[in-house]
């Protein structure tokens, strides 16, 4: 049995996570679980999987009457520290990452030092913290294979290929409910048409990153911490369809790509048992005929800033992905309560950047520093954008 700890798991990811291990209940079994505030969810999940520690990261929603009232031998814990330690339990095999934010840096490290095999589906850790997980993971500690879609097929396409035979890798971006949308028209929507998203069904956040494509900036700077390959071999395009989730292109021309039905479990599934496939009767008998036809465009710069702001924070490198990722967090949150507009995401995210430098991070403490930073910059320009506008 593969004993999983899944973080996040009232989440999408989390609850993908939940429905390959029904599938499979003879290879996994969930030992601890968390959530951030949804103690209701969590104790369904805790009723049905009977884990041995459920955390609510915030402390104050679980009491102590909820706590002890809660049937069955599983321990109940709160506050961020007790989501580390569950990372880094040492009965655990895998650790599935799926918290949402710059929060989810400390279990990513917690896991890693503890020699555990990482299923990352919180970008955030590599965007904010790449300095401090490249060390970690050049100590020979742990084994990080991504969840997200896009580095789940770069990293199937390149296994068993010398990293120096990889010229290099593209990401699929479906262009969010926007696509071919002008900067202008732009300006009007609001987050009731920006959740909907064409071909995934994620949360909040998520679906308000693809439609800025600010999430594929970030999966830039994830690819380039991953696969240690250079921004000016990382590319993006806007494939619509969903079924080529990335192509990797090798020196002597050759390209591979990895094709699939828009779904994460098929992902989650290749991170749980990697590098070996198990077979799973729902997601087998894709068809290419259905599929058809595959398109794919480039990425309109003008129309989505806070893709190019992304991708020039990777390159100037240190803590500027951190600021980046901060920004844009009070940013999408700001628009989600029509503080700001969708084209005054970017003019959020951009006072971010210009209020924290480029320095190496040397510890966490220093990353969680520009974060902190960057917010306040973030949260000075919402208020700024407001008073515009009133």
Not at 164 to 182: E, I, K, N, Q, Y
Not at 244 to 252: A, L, P, Q, T
Not at 329 to 350: H, K, T
Request: overall charge negative; some cysteine.
């Amino acid at each position: 049995m593969i004993r999983i700890a899944l973080l996040g798991a009232t989440g999408s990811i989390g609850r993908s996570t939940l429905e390959v291990v029904r599938r499979h209940g003879d290879r996994f079994r969930i030992v601890g679980v968390s959530a951030h505030r949804s103690v209701d969810a969590l104790a369904g999940i805790v009723d049905e999987m009977e884990p041995e520690v459920a955390v609510v990261a915030d402390p104050s929603a679980l009491n102590g009457a909820a706590a002890t009232g809660r049937a069955g031998a599983t321990e109940w814990r709160s506050g961020p520290e007790a989501v580390a330690e569950l990372a880094r339990r040492g009965d655990v095999d895998v650790v599935v990452n799926a918290l949402v934010g710059a929060a989810g840096l400390d279990a990513t490290l917690a896991a890693l030092e503890a020699g555990h095999r990482l299923a990352l589906a919180n970008k955030e850790s590599l965007v904010a913290g790449g300095p401090l997980v490249r060390r970690v993971l050049a100590r020979g500690s742990g084994t990080l294979v991504p969840v997200d879609s896009e580095h789940s097929a770069i990293l199937q396409c390149m296994e068993g290929a010398p990293r120096d035979s990889v010229a290099r890798v593209v990401l699929t971006a479906s262009g969010g409910p926007f696509r071919g949308w002008t900067s202008d028209r732009l300006a009007h929507v609001g987050p009731d048409a920006a959740l909907k998203h064409p071909t995934w069904d994620m949360g909040a956040k998520i679906s308000i990153d693809s439609a800025t494509l600010a999430n594929k900036s970030l999966e830039v700077i994830e690819a380039h911490v991953l696969y240690g390959l250079d921004y000016d071999r990382i590319g993006a395009v806007v494939h619509p369809q969903s079924i080529v989730h990335s192509f990797v292109e090798f020196v002597d021309g050759s390209v591979l790509a990895q094709v699939g039905d828009p779904t994460m479990e098929l992902p989650i599934l290749y991170a749980l048992t990697y590098p070996e496939r198990r077979p799973d009767p729902v997601l087998r008998g894709f068809d290419p005929v259905a599929a058809s036809p595959l398109t794919f465009e480039e990425i309109d710069h003008d129309a989505f800033p806070l893709f190019g702001l992304g991708v020039d924070a990777g390159r100037r490198g240190g803590v500027a992905p951190a600021a980046f990722n901060a920004g844009n967090e009070i940013a999408v949150a700001a628009f989600l309560e029509r503080r700001v507009s969708f084209p005054g995401m970017a003019r959020v995210v951009d006072a971010a950047l210009e209020a924290v430098g480029a320095a190496e991070p040397a510890s966490v403490d220093e990353v969680r520093e520009a974060d902190r930073e960057a917010r306040r910059a973030a949260r000075a320009e919402v208020e700024r954008l407001k008073e515009r506008t009133a």
